[in-house]
């Protein structure tokens, strides 16, 4: 019994030596992040890594390409439109199964949307802004009636909000916030890899999935570990103890893992933006004019040079550089760390140095980084430059800053965008478009200005397009419903013997192309 027991143990070892990416023993990856994840549901989830988690264990009726603006097929096959651009119908494919084997069709897409709208979470925009209602038209058919017409609506159904659920795991009416409260414990999607196992701010463990209806994810299992801070973070890459490395570095870190020739680097130029929020509808900041005077104040070249080492660029709109329609009005029109600007228009509203503006600045200290403090601090030397700004600076962690939005307790604070879809509106309307400034906190409202969304929204023609657009940039410099302050750059590192590490221009970051080079 002994040898028949030592025997099988060297056949296991063989075995694992041979075929180390057999079920045996799965080929593996560890992936490193600082980045925190708050609830596990499509339906309420809104921050950036969590959604990219997402992007890999569900998936939506139409894709991107990997690396790539394009929209391909995903779960539906095709989709017509109506003449009047107000009705979508999906083509779904036929025999997909989720993850528990249970079959996909145009019921669980229909449940799934009327889940998003009857829960009203923090998304939720992205859909009850358009939609009306989803249809059933048959078992693989599944209908879209919009309020309007959407030029850009196949992009939003690529979107994880739209993403189907399984009706029969995910409860209809309750956000949930772990798997655990889920119907058999765990998250079922339709995406290249399932849950295998959760732990909350220390490692989530995800197996290829055997029915994803795409191509086979190169790696078996991504180990995704969370670092308390950048430094850890980077020593363990150093290590090799972690095999790719995403959000967020130290500057100090990306300019070192920059020169390193044993270290691979992913740099990505892309949508990301950076600003300030104010609470629009209540004082003293339901006054524009001390809106502009905050935005005025900020020197943006400052800011980056001093914080990013200049990794980042200054920015003047909400729009981002490289879009469509970006202009630079917010230098134009109230300037650049215009100080003198700032102090005349506080001066207007019955400021001065002995009577400054008292306010408290909201940021929050590890969802964007280990900089995030240098930001809030730099911001407040430049207010208090003006000798009228009085600035007492608060934090609080991510679940919390987000109830305080919702609950109106911060008057100013920073926040960070990651486009949902790749279009000014994401940048715009999501911000000063009414129902989806309350969901952010801001709550802007303006009925001239929702007109001039639903015109940006409607209208195919390009050249009216980006004039709409210029025109509400320079509406933004007068309202002033957020103050842009800096575009940033995006860097992911890995070992040298990891490929298919891509950084695409939608800034998702998908795990099935990434593996280990032998």
């Given at each position: 019994m002994k040898i028949g027991k030592l025997l099988l143990l060297f056949s296991v070892l063989v075995a694992l030596a041979i075929f180390p990416g057999s079920a045996m023993a799965k080929e593996t990856l560890v992936y490193g992040t600082t980045e925190k994840i708050i609830d596990m549901d499509p339906a309420n989830a809104y921050d950036f890594h969590t959604w990219e988690i997402f992007y890999n264990i569900y998936a939506g009726l139409l894709d991107y390409a990997i690396g790539k603006t394009d929209l391909i097929p995903g779960l539906a096959e095709s989709y017509d439109v109506s003449a009047d651009g107000k009705e979508y119908t999906f083509k779904l494919r036929k025999g997909l199964k989720f993850s528990d084997g249970t079959p996909f069709d145009a019921q669980a897409v229909k449940w799934s949307i009327d889940r998003v709208i009857a829960l009203e979470g923090d998304p939720s925009w992205l859909v009850t802004q358009f939609v009306d209602h989803v249809e059933v038209v048959d078992k693989h058919s599944v209908k879209f009636v919009l309020k309007n017409p959407v030029a850009y609506f196949p992009s939003l159904a690529a979107q994880v909000p739209y993403y189907p659920l399984n009706p029969n795991i995910y409860p209809k009416d309750k956000i949930i916030r772990d798997p655990s409260e889920l119907k058999g414990g765990k998250l079922v999607g339709l995406g290249p890899y399932t849950v295998a196992s959760f732990k909350r701010d220390e490692e989530i463990v995800m197996d290829a999935n055997p029915n994803y209806y795409g191509d086979k994810p190169k790696t078996d299992r991504i180990v995704i570990r969370y670092f308390a801070d950048a430094t850890t973070m980077r020593l363990a890459l150093e290590k090799g103890e972690i095999d790719f490395a995403f959000k967020s570095f130290n500057p100090s870190d990306i300019d070192d893992l920059e020169k390193s020739d044993k270290i691979l680097t992913?740099?990505?130029?892309?949508?990301?933006?950076?600003?300030?929020?104010?609470?629009?509808?209540?004082?003293?900041?339901?006054?524009?004019?001390?809106?502009?005077?905050?935005?005025?104040?900020?020197?943006?070249?400052?800011?980056?040079?001093?914080?990013?080492?200049?990794?980042?660029?200054?920015?003047?709109?909400?729009v981002p550089m490289g879009m469509w329609s970006h202009t630079d009005e917010f230098k134009t029109v109230l300037g650049d760390g215009n100080i003198d600007k700032a102090r005349s228009l506080l001066a207007s509203r019955g400021y001065s140095e002995s009577n400054p503006l008292s306010f408290d600045f909201w940021y929050t200290p590890?969802?964007?980084?280990?900089?995030?403090?240098?930001?809030?601090?730099?911001?407040?030397?430049?207010?208090?430059?003006?000798?009228?700004?009085?600035?007492?600076?608060?934090?609080?962690?991510?679940?919390?800053?987000?109830?305080?939005?919702?609950?109106?307790?911060?008057?100013?604070?920073?926040?960070?965008?990651?486009?949902?879809?790749?279009?000014?509106?994401?940048?715009?309307?999501?911000?000063?478009?009414?129902?989806?400034?309350?969901?952010?906190?801001?709550?802007?409202?303006?009925?001239?200005?929702?007109?001039?969304?639903?015109?940006?929204?409607?209208?195919?023609?390009?050249?009216?397009?980006?004039?709409?657009?210029?025109?509400?940039?320079?509406?933004?410099?007068?309202?002033?419903?957020?103050?842009?302050?800096f575009q940033g750059t995006l860097y992911l590192f890995g070992q040298k013997n990891v490929s298919g590490l891509v950084l695409s221009p939608t800034l998702r970051l998908m795990y099935g192309p990434i593996h280990r080079v032998k």
């Open positions: 992913v740099k990505a130029a892309g949508p990301y933006i950076r600003y300030i929020c104010f609470l629009t509808d209540t004082p003293p900041w339901n006054d524009k004019v001390l809106r502009q005077a905050v935005a005025a104040a900020v020197n943006r070249p400052e800011l980056v040079e001093k914080v990013f080492l200049g990794q980042n660029m200054p920015l003047y709109s909400m590890s969802h964007y980084g280990d900089t995030e403090v240098d930001v809030a601090a730099v911001l407040k030397a430049q207010f208090e430059a003006t000798g009228m700004m009085k600035v007492n600076v608060k934090t609080a962690e991510w679940a919390a800053y987000r109830d305080n939005w919702a609950n109106k307790v911060m008057g100013v604070w920073l926040l960070g965008w990651y486009p949902d879809y790749i279009d000014p509106d994401n940048y715009t309307s999501a911000f000063a478009g009414t129902l989806a400034s309350k969901g952010l906190g801001i709550h802007f409202s303006n009925p001239v200005w929702d007109q001039k969304f639903v015109e940006g929204q409607t209208v195919t023609d390009m050249k009216k397009r980006t004039a709409l657009y210029e025109e509400i940039q320079r509406m933004w410099t007068d309202e002033v419903p957020t103050a842009p302050i």
